[in-house]
């Protein structure tokens, strides 16, 4: 991609700045070229996707094309090699006669359809597409690895070597079965499945007469196959073998990491976890995609005022910022977006974390080993020694952690850490119930923010729902409002796999320590009261974080019902 030409062009049309430009032109240049100029800009939400694609079909007299309206013909794909369209990240959408229209992102990279005039032999017409299109859609035409449905139509369970359930293995044995090439096969195609169809989780679970696979995706899990039960000793051993596990110990738990690599030097890392069920090993895998991390406050799901309170909070020189959540409910990158805002130079950062799933530059993370002492506690106490200004605890379990980290708090340090509580109030008697002081809440909290992550309506099939003004009025909308109240569901298409959803959004319920909750602590209010006390000073719970987004049109009420709770 010409980048620095685009990037001229941008500045010229005052689209961005000369600075802008040369953030993204360093950001790029020390992802090895990985990286394009527009998605860089996008990304850190300089220009919005629309925007450029507008941009660009105005600034060269281009017609520009919503791929996910095109069906293309396998004929026209087959003119141009998968390598070259993932090279230049472009597509033939359709052909008339010896003239070949094909969709880019980039209309300044003249290269590119010079090559591919020089290769086909046609005449090239371009129109613009946006980039994610572009990559949507060669997944979609050019994806050549085998599905789940080819490698079980192909499998033939006699000719791979079967390791039995007997106590006493035999290594030797395990190995040669991992090395089958049908296993290899099926391994290779979840993994890759999982990638493609953006699932965060995979659960492979053994049980007496069933085997099967699952992918949670947007935070929901669907079965995605059901593989031989006789194949479930082998597909474990070679995942544990991937992940440089023990194979023949069978009776506890194991932790590892696999890490792929894909096309487009790109990297995927799998988390994986093994578990000793009642039927065999139960896997799971984390999918751990850096290049899909948000770090971008305003764009996980924050109302403007709740994220004007967190980012003021994270902002002071001391004090504890707590997030709280289930697992799963995206607490990791809030923290990770807080330290990604103060990652500078002049601040020494250190984490504690369990485990790590990203690294960062300027950031010292340390990884926690129990088996060897090293916990939160012991790393917090190492981390006061190591003159630090901001200190992230991935978690605080106990009494010995919580004591230490308020002690940081009041003595000039930033301490930021998650808990499991349902709400943001809850989390204050969770801490007295660990054996810290009230006085000490109080003094130390600054803020606590509750989250849980909801499905995104699909933005391609998001159709008005009808709701009753009842239901709505029961889930926590005033009467007042109710019947002005548009709803939004996705009816399903092929961008969202049918479900009517695509990616996640947070409902956040954000709490600052202001002097009225802090007096509710000192005189012993409950949970409840604390709650009610928070509403009336105008912090939105959770529920009515959830009512924002379906009155925006992000969310479903589906949704809201399913992560939240009623507020009494």
């Known amino acids: 991609m010409q980048s620095s030409r685009l990037g001229e062009i941008l500045v010229k049309n005052n689209l961005i700045s000369r600075e802008e430009l040369s953030k993204a032109l360093e950001e790029q240049k020390t992802s090895g070229g990985q990286l394009r100029l527009g998605s860089i800009l996008i990304k850190h939400n300089l220009i919005s996707e629309l925007d450029l694609t507008s941009f660009l079909s105005k600034q060269y007299g281009v017609p520009t094309v919503n791929l996910a309206d095109y069906d293309i013909d396998p004929a026209v794909t087959k003119i141009i090699q998968s390598d070259v369209v993932q090279k230049y990240q472009l597509i033939p959408v359709n052909r008339a006669g010896s003239t070949l229209i094909v969709a880019v992102s980039d209309p300044s990279n003249l290269f590119a359809i010079e090559d591919i005039k020089f290769m086909t032999g046609y005449n090239v017409e371009m129109v613009v597409a946006s980039e994610s299109g572009i990559k949507a859609t060669i997944d979609k035409y050019y994806d050549q690895s085998a599905s789940l449905a080819d490698v079980m139509n192909d499998l033939d369970v006699e000719d791979v070597e079967v390791v039995g359930d007997e106590d006493t293995l035999d290594v030797n044995s395990i190995e040669r079965a991992t090395e089958d090439a049908p296993v290899v096969r099926m391994v290779n195609a979840i993994l890759q499945d999982a990638i493609k169809k953006k699932a965060s989780d995979i659960h492979i679970e053994p049980y007496e007469k069933l085997f099967r696979v699952r992918y949670r995706i947007d935070g929901v899990l669907y079965e995605a196959m059901k593989p031989p039960l006789k194949l479930k000793n082998a597909i474990t051993s070679r995942i544990k073998i991937m992940a440089e596990l023990d194979i023949a110990e069978r009776r506890l738990p194991q932790d590892g990491r696999i890490k792929i690599k894909l096309g487009g030097g790109k990297d995927m890392d799998f988390r994986v976890s093994v578990l000793p069920t009642l039927f065999g090993e139960k896997i799971c895998l984390r999918l751990l995609d850096k290049s899909n991390l948000q770090l971008d ?14 980012k003021r909070e994270i902002h002071k020189p001391f004090g504890m910022v707590l997030v709280t959540g ?17 990652n500078k130079v002049s601040e020494n950062i250190s984490t504690a974390e369990d485990p790590v799933e990203f690294n960062f530059a300027g950031i010292n993370q340390v990884q926690m080993h129990e088996d060897i002492g090293l916990n939160f506690a012991a790393a917090l106490r190492s981390f006061l020694r190591q003159d630090p200004d901001i200190i992230m605890i991935g978690e605080i379990r106990d009494f010995e952690t919580a004591e230490i980290a308020v002690k940081a708090a009041l003595t000039g340090h930033l301490v930021l850490s998650t808990l499991h509580t349902n709400d943001a109030p809850a989390t204050i008697n969770r801490l007295l119930n660990m054996g810290v002081e009230p006085f000490l809440v109080a003094s130390a909290v600054n803020l606590i923010t509750a989250q849980r992550l909801a499905r995104r309506n699909c933005s391609e099939c998001k159709e008005p729902e009808d709701i009753p003004v009842q239901a709505l009025i029961d889930a926590g909308v005033s009467p007042d409002e109710a019947p002005s109240y548009v709803c939004y569901r996705g009816k399903g298409c092929s961008l969202c796999n049918n479900t009517g959803y695509k990616g996640r959004v947070g409902f956040y319920q954000v709490m600052p320590m202001l002097e009225e909750i802090r007096e509710l602590i000192l005189n012993g209010a409950n949970t409840a009261e604390i709650k009610r006390e928070s509403m009336r000073l105008g912090i939105k719970s959770m529920r009515q974080s959830g009512l924002t987004k379906l009155k925006e049109g992000v969310t479903s009420l589906e949704e809201v019902l399913r992560v939240t709770v009623a507020d009494d």
């Open 326 to 342: 289930p697992t799963g409910s995206g607490k990791t990158v809030s923290l990770y977006s807080a330290l990604s805002e103060l």
């Open 297 to 310: 406050m305003t764009k996980l799901g924050y109302e403007e005022d709740a994220l004007a309170h967190f």
